[in-house]
């Protein structure tokens, strides 16, 4: 047997080809089937993966609490004014734009609070569509119902 410092260049490298290419994902994969530790790597008391699972702290409805909801609103906005300060631009007034997005979140999601640019963009989506359909020789849709139909979807109220 010839011993691995006695190996020639071409020797030591077929050998770490055959390691890297053969040997190293078979030890992968023997490992993973047999320790099942990747499912738990990352884990522990302290890990992200256990935050996941337990979601959050508010009740089961999902509702948010309005006042964390606006000391969150705030904290992001006062970030905001900061950054824009050290840009040498006018900081925003935290309290008036708070107040602005708060109200602004508010308000119901009827089809009255729909913005018109997105109104005339699914339209036009429904009628390439009903192109698409025409050109097939199925029944064109009502351009109207479906658009309505498909803003519905999209704001999630059925």
Same mark, same amino acid.
Do not use: C, Y
């Given at each position: 047997?010839?011993?691995?410092?006695?190996?020639?260049?071409?020797?030591?490298?077929?050998?770490?080809?055959?390691?890297?290419?053969?040997?190293?994902?078979?030890?992968?994969?023997?490992?993973?089937?047999?320790?099942?530790?990747?499912?738990?790597?990352?884990?522990?008391?302290?890990?992200?993966?256990?935050?996941?699972?337990?979601?959050?702290?508010?009740?089961?409805?999902?509702?948010?609490?309005?006042?964390?909801?606006?000391?969150?609103?705030?904290?992001?906005?006062?970030?905001?004014?900061?950054?824009? @300060? *050290?840009?040498? !631009?006018?900081?925003?007034?935290?309290?008036? $734009? &708070? =107040?602005?997005?708060?109200?602004? #979140?508010?308000?119901?999601?009827?089809?009255?609070?729909?913005?018109?640019?997105?109104?005339?963009?699914?339209?036009?989506?429904?009628?390439?569509?009903?192109? @698409? *359909?025409?050109? !097939?020789?199925?029944?064109?849709?009502?351009? $109207? &119902? =479906?658009?309505?139909?498909?803003? #519905?979807?999209?704001?999630?109220?059925?």
């Amino acid at each position: 047997m010839v011993a691995p410092l006695a190996l020639t260049a071409l020797q030591k490298g077929l050998a770490l080809l055959l390691f890297t290419g053969i040997a190293a994902p078979l030890i992968g994969v023997l490992l993973k089937r047999v320790g099942g530790g990747w499912e738990t790597m990352g884990g522990g008391p302290f890990a992200i993966l256990d935050e996941r699972h337990k979601q959050t702290a508010g009740d089961a409805s999902g509702q948010i609490d309005p006042a964390i909801q606006a000391a969150e609103v705030r904290q992001m906005l006062e970030a905001k004014s900061e950054r824009r @300060r *050290r840009r040498g !631009e006018d900081p925003l007034d935290v309290e008036a $734009e &708070a =107040e602005r997005l708060i109200a602004a #979140a508010a308000q119901p999601r009827g089809t009255e609070a729909i913005d018109a640019e997105l109104r005339a963009e699914v339209r036009a989506l429904v009628i390439a569509r009903n192109e @698409r *359909r025409l050109r !097939e020789g199925l029944e064109p849709l009502d351009v $109207e &119902a =479906e658009t309505e139909r498909q803003l #519905a979807d999209f704001i999630g109220s059925n």
